[in-house]
């Protein structure tokens, strides 16, 4: 029988009796695995060899993780030192406990999280008690992280763990799976009684080259066989993000209806943001609770003197013959404060003001799909970045009913087709409402934005003399809709599913 060179030599380090691994193969004949590997398909294919496969899942601690074996776990470092305070007694001060632990920055926050739920103790109001019952030398997640740093990478089910505790520390970070395909070669019968009786093997050319071609030498030689369906090692290749592709498909559409796209500054003067939309300043988002402020430069240098004359003006006397305004402080250094805008309808007021493009004569249509920043909590439908479908149009006798039709217009170019609308409160808009879809996989209904008619206390100091209606909608949450995901941050951020994203076909 007459086999290629790398067919011969798989043979001949195989056994009949016992299975033997690619890897070991490729070490026992010098040559690559992927070379082996292609051999032992062919070899298949011929019945010479059987083939089998499994996965293997090793596990390893991240370094985060071997730091914590090291110095332990912060909610153990947390209780250790709540217990030294005396909080197994009475109360104690929690920053005093977290300056004695040595915990620091993210560690603090990680620390919190676990203590209650592992049963050391309880925090409230800022005070910390610690239960004199609780053992952190029982500590599974602890005792785990001992076992597994003095073993290094090693297969799952070659550690005394329990599988949820595992579970557990790879979802805090402290851990890594890494799953192998290994495949075993075995002789047949078949290949057993060629050897017997002798292999030849036979020179083969794996591509032609130029040389091949003008010596003629293509005619006398033997060229290698390919099997297209033996598995290749997997390349993952660029491509534009699913979330990128929809907002240039939103531009695309907005542009198709009509409308020219805004740009301005992610850094911008709490002014803009939030004063030229008649928010007042004692309004609770405007707190260091639910902004990000800017520690260096913290205040714009520049300011339209006029227009915060007449901003200012609106805030504390209204507009017009009923105007009221707030009567609540307002000062011009907390407007020139600078912070990450909370929502892209700063680049907006830029726009009716002038002051970026300079005067906008009706009727007009402007958009933005940027990205914007808020200090919200964590969860399946905020994060704390992410890019709003920002829009205005600018004519006379504007009413909710056009305001209607532009959403349903637009979502119907997504096959969105059954928008709710819910009415809403806005400083800046009067009438206001919220608009929702409903979810395609759960059935929930889905906040995806927020619009309304602009209040004549926000045109009247913009120098706008008619009706502007507006909007802010999720890019995110139309994903939501489009595609059926349940979790935003599935999408894009620290959790991203790259897998998810590979898999999900785009829709157009």
């Not at 926050?109 to 609780?134: F, H, P, V």
């Not at 709490?270 to 520690?295: G, K």
């Not at 217009?409 to 608009?435: M, R, V, W």
Request: proline content about 4%; charged content about 30%.
């Amino acid at each position: 029988m007459q086999l290629k060179e790398s067919q011969a030599a798989v043979l001949e380090a195989a056994s009949a009796d016992e299975a033997t691994s690619v890897d070991a193969v490729a070490e026992a004949t010098d040559l690559p695995p992927e070379t082996v590997t292609g051999a032992v398909f062919e070899l298949e294919e011929e019945g010479l060899v059987a083939v089998e496969e499994r996965v293997d899942e090793t596990i390893s601690l991240t370094d985060e993780g071997v730091t914590y074996a090291d110095e332990r776990l912060p909610e153990v470092r947390l209780y250790e030192a709540a217990v030294d305070a005396g909080a197994t007694d009475e109360p104690v001060q929690m920053g005093r406990v977290i300056g004695a632990s040595g915990l620091e920055g993210a560690a603090v926050d990680i620390a919190l999280s676990n203590y209650a739920r592992k049963g050391y103790g309880s925090i409230d109001s800022g005070e910390i008690t610690a239960d004199s019952d609780a053992d952190p030398d029982a500590d599974a997640e602890a005792g785990a992280l001992e076992t597994l740093v003095d073993v290094g990478e090693t297969p799952a089910d070659a550690v005394d763990v329990d599988g949820e505790v595992v579970d557990g520390l790879e979802r805090r970070g402290l851990l890594e799976r890494a799953e192998s395909t290994v495949r075993e070669v075995t002789l047949t019968e078949l290949a057993v009684t060629e050897l017997m009786a002798g292999i030849e093997t036979a020179e083969t050319v794996g591509q032609v080259t130029p040389e091949l071609l003008t010596s003629g030498e293509w005619e006398d030689v033997e060229f290698a066989e390919y099997n297209v369906e033996a598995d290749a090692e997997r390349f993952e290749g660029g491509r534009v993000h699913i979330l990128r592709q929809t907002a240039e498909r939103v531009k695309e559409t907005l542009v198709g209806m009509g409308f020219q796209e805004m740009e301005g500054p992610h850094v911008d003067a709490d002014f803009w943001i939030n004063d030229c939309l008649f928010m007042p300043q004692d309004h609770p988002a405007r707190t260091h609770w639910d902004r990000f402020a800017l520690e260096a430069p913290t205040h714009i240098d520049e300011l339209p003197a006029d227009l915060v004359t007449a901003v200012e003006r609106a805030h504390r006397e209204g507009v017009g013959d009923d105007g009221e305004g707030y009567h609540s402080p307002w000062d011009e250094d907390f407007a020139r404060a600078l912070a990450l805008r909370g929502h892209t309808t700063s680049l907006s007021t830029r726009y009716l003001s002038g002051e970026q493009i300079g005067e906008i004569e009706p009727p007009a249509r402007f958009f933005s799909v940027e990205k914007v920043y808020r200090n919200d909590t964590l969860d399946p439908t905020h994060l704390l970045e992410f890019f709003q479908i920002e829009g205005w149009v600018m004519a006379e006798d504007l009413s909710v009913r056009d305001l209607m039709g532009t959403f349903e217009e637009f979502y119907a170019q997504f096959g969105i087709t059954d928008i709710e609308f819910k009415p809403h409160y806005n400083p800046y808009t009067e009438p206001s409402f919220e608009l929702f879809g409903t979810h395609p996989t759960t059935g929930e209904l889905v906040e995806i934005g927020n619009s309304g008619i602009f209040r004549e206390e926000m045109l009247e100091p913009l120098g706008v003399e008619c009706d502007v209606m507006a909007w802010g909608l999720a890019l995110e949450r139309l994903l939501m809709l489009m595609y059926g995901f349940e979790d935003i941050r599935d999408i894009h951020g620290t959790l991203c599913d790259l897998k998810l994203l590979r898999e999900t076909e785009v829709t157009y």
